[in-house]
């Protein structure tokens, strides 16, 4: 089964940074992309940041030039460094896979 564990959100205030993680396990992580979207109670899901097999990658207009995807293929893992954070950016952040899984999120909030 496809598991997606996300760490590393928290509380900061505005202008500071947090790197989430996202640990994903039982599908062949290197043939599929993998990204980042973030949910606030009472509004539709945002998409944040795809990375593609290539490495190619995509950003939500809201977050360019302060939010970058990367991924570990070796490792299974992806990362979502944030940085210049706004309280706009509070939600909770989940990590999805190309298999259209996803984790149980992990909260960022700023204040």
């Known amino acids: 089964d496809v598991q997606l564990v996300e760490s590393g959100g928290g509380s900061v205030q505005a202008g500071g940074s947090l790197r989430l993680s996202c640990a994903a396990s039982?599908?062949?992580?290197?043939?599929?992309?993998m990204g980042w979207f973030r949910h606030v109670h009472g509004k539709e899901r945002e998409d944040v940041a795809v990375?593609?097999?290539?490495?190619?990658?995509y950003y939500d207009d809201s977050v360019k030039g302060r939010f970058t995807i990367s991924r570990d293929n070796a490792k299974s893992t992806l990362h979502l460094q944030m940085n210049s954070l706004k309280p706009e950016d509070t939600a909770v952040y989940y990590c999805?896979?190309?298999?259209?899984?996803w984790g149980q999120g992990t909260q960022v909030t700023v204040s």
């Open positions: 999805v896979s190309g298999t259209n899984d």
């Open positions: 039982g599908f062949t992580y290197s043939r599929y992309s």
């Open positions: 990375i593609y097999v290539g490495g190619s990658t």
